[in-house]
């Protein structure tokens, strides 16, 4: 493995010829019931719909150093607009492969010290895949 130090990643993750290529995952769901005001009978109805939750993966290559970028996301079918995503919960959300960087004293920096200095191109992850259509879930009175 190749060592670095921190002015040469500083250097290598400024370029813009890295190759980038998101994943994702489908992981489980679960019905949900919530409260939802209904018009038609003007009053409170529970609302079933199936919450998706998955994983996505950003991976940025460039000269034998690859880095990978995770994060969790949920929606509720059918829903749009309740796309959350984060890091929360999840072991290991950076990591870096390809070469050991090292600071002006020569100690070896963690992957954390090292995200510091990374961009969005490095975690910016597009979500329009999901393609979530929106449409009325099935209502069961209260």
Known sequence: MK???????KKLIARDDWQREQEHEILDSLVIETEEWINENEGLGLIETNKIMGSACKTSTLLGVKINYNEGFSYNEFDSSSLTYGTEGLFEVWCIE???VVDEDGDTLDVYDLAEHLD???????????????????????
């Open 3 to 9: 060592t670095i130090s921190i002015y040469e990643f």
């Open 98 to 100: 390809g070469i050991t």
């Open 120 to 142: 969005l191109n490095f975690s910016c992850i597009d979500y329009s895949w999901l393609e979530i259509a929106n449409r009325r879930q099935r209502c069961v009175s209260i």
